[in-house]
Nanobody
Framework: QLQLVESGGGLVQPGGSLRLSCAAS????????IGWFRQAPGKEREGVSC????????YYADSVKGRFTISRDNAKNTVYLQMNSLQSEDTAIYYC???????????????????WGQGTQVTVSS
């Protein structure tokens, strides 16, 4: 059974850092495109950072460029999202997602992903 489980969320002060993890089971993550998405209260879910399968092209939303970094550890079958210089606007539920497709123009589009984790809450507040 293919499963994604996020962890690492929590409460952090503005300017702080968090690292989210997404552990995959039931499939080899390196053969899948991966993405981090987030949904803030009252807003639609948006793509934050995504990576093509086999460690290819990465995408970052303009709002997180220079602050967030996506990476994967194939040995641990885990994807990470390092988040630095967090702002209150980053408060949301963060989801990881995976797709077996080799995406080109829709790398960080929600509908491109078939497998989703349950989400982890990130709250940035003083």
């Amino acid at each position: 059974q293919l499963q994604l489980v996020e962890s690492g969320g929590g409460l952090v002060q503005p300017g702080g850092s968090l690292r989210l993890s997404c552990a995959a089971s039931g499939f080899t993550l390196d053969y899948y495109g991966i993405g981090w998405f987030r949904q803030a209260p009252g807003k639609e879910r948006e793509g934050v950072s995504c990576m093509r399968k086999n460690g290819g092209t990465t995408y970052y939303a303009d709002s997180v460029k220079g602050r967030f970094t996506i990476s994967r550890d194939n040995a641990k079958n885990t994807v990470y999202l390092q988040m630095n210089s967090l702002q209150s606007e980053d408060t949301a539920i963060y989801y990881c997602a995976a797709t077996p497709k080799q995406l080109v123009f829709t790398l960080c589009v929600e509908s491109s992903y078939q497998y989703w984790g349950q989400g982890t809450q990130v709250t940035v507040s003083s």
